[in-house]
């Protein structure tokens, strides 16, 4: 009897034992795919990504304080492209190469649904805040906003909602089966060309085929030695359909009709036209015979024209889909160039047959075009880095890349100006920014 207790027990032993180490096993894997669903496995680490993100901030940095002084690099004023134009489609590519990423190993779909909507959330109240107008400017140091007037659209907010919808693209319309070659990535990631494509026929259908009627604005009418805000109303003339112009395009139709006119950009870039700006391509006084459109806001980061943003971090993805399947790096650079190339053409063929570079629109020519070099720069990146290995040449970027965010708050938000324009001697103009030329 005794022989059989103990026997019993010994079985009772292994069997907890057995249990428990199950158990360890099970919490050990659970930390590993928490942990793989945030980044990637160090030996997977990808230091061109992070050296990509901060040459795009450096870019960010450049073509905001150099821009003002060296047009050939600040934004096109309307149709055509410059270095700055170049930094948002940079960003959102580089957004959906890190989702691949992100979403390679999924514990749960519901808690990664609830993980991307939290952060797409932070994004864009951080966004709201930053550009929104809450903090004024340099020459003037005061904060507070007028919740009636606030700017609803942003960069950070664009970002926000093209990560949102190919995060929960990733999460759930991607395949389960293996990936053994260029056509079985295609059609695991099937889904994701079928939501491009209704994104991108959605936006088409919609500039070119909503009627556009006239309009009207108000503006601040300054009249000297008067002390009572008076305000001016601009009709804009439009009656047209499918028209791309800055005055009549149903980009910002669309935003003067859900977003409010008194809630967009108030310094719209085609201000510097030659229409609009004697001093084209910079800010100046209007000409004589200025359109009534040259003062009316418009924002860049508007909602129709996010769509198309959100398929350039749609292509993004598939570039980081590229480095989740494929570990050569031959393969890699084949695939990408490839595509690279196929975007490029296809952008610059669009332009031709007249469908034009237009970041403010962000027309499907500008998508494809800059998707296109940003493949063409990631590509570079990867060999120089990853392949042949010069890392410590490009570890300031790489620190500017893992800092991307707090960098662009502090730096191209004003941040750090504000807070270096706030100390003075004695009068509010004996700073050190003024010294330097900065805020005057």
Known sequence: ????????????????NDHQWRE???????????????LPPDKERLVSLDVFRGLTVAFMILVDDVG?????????????????DFVMPFFLF??????????????????????????????????????????????????????????????????AIAYLVVAL???????????????????????????????????????????????????????????????????????????TGPGCNAVGMLDRMFLGIQHLYRKPVYA???????????????????????????????????????VTCLVGLHYGHIIIHFKDHKKRLNQWILRSFCLLMLGLALNLFGMHLNKPLYTLSYMCVT??????????IYLMVDVYGYKRASLVLEWMGIHALPIYVLIACNLVFLIIHGFYWKNPINNLLHLIGIGK
């Open 371 to 380: 998707s296109g070099a940003s493949g063409f720069l990631l590509s570079a």
């Open 169 to 243: 693209c990733e999460i759930w319309l991607k395949g389960n089966h293996n990936v053994s070659s260029e056509l079985s990535m295609i059609k695991k990631y099937r889904f994701h060309w079928v939501v491009a494509f209704v994104i991108t026929t959605i936006y088409l259908s919609l500039l070119y085929g909503l009627y556009v009627p006239d309009w009207e604005y108000q503006i601040l009418k300054e009249d000297q030695g008067s002390t009572l805000t008076t305000f001016l109303n601009l009709k804009v003339k439009c009656g047209v359909r499918g028209h």
């Open 68 to 84: 003002g002084i060296l047009p050939s690099i600040n934004h096109s004023p309307w149709d055509g492209v410059t270095l700055a």
């Open 272 to 310: 510097r036209t030659k229409q609009c700006s004697i001093n084209y391509p910079n800010n100046g006084p209007l000409p004589p015979d200025a359109p009534s459109w040259c003062q009316a806001p418009f924002d860049p980061e508007g909602l129709l024209s996010s769509l198309m943003a959100t």
């Open 24 to 38: 360890k096993k099970d919490i050990e894997s659970a930390l590993q795919i928490s942990r793989s669903s945030s």
């Open 94 to 159: 580089i957004v959906g190469v890190s989702l691949a990423f992100a979403y390679k190993n999924l514990s749960c779909r519901f808690v990664a649904t609830r993980k991307a909507l939290i952060r797409s959330l932070k994004l864009l109240l951080l966004g709201l805040f930053l550009q929104g107008g809450f903090i004024h400017g340099l020459n003037n140091l005061t904060y507070g906003i007028d919740v009636e007037k606030i700017r609803l659209m942003g960069i950070l907010q664009r970002i």
């Open 1 to 16: 009897m005794r022989t059989k207790l103990t026997m019993y027990e010994a079985i009772k032993d292994n069997d907890d």
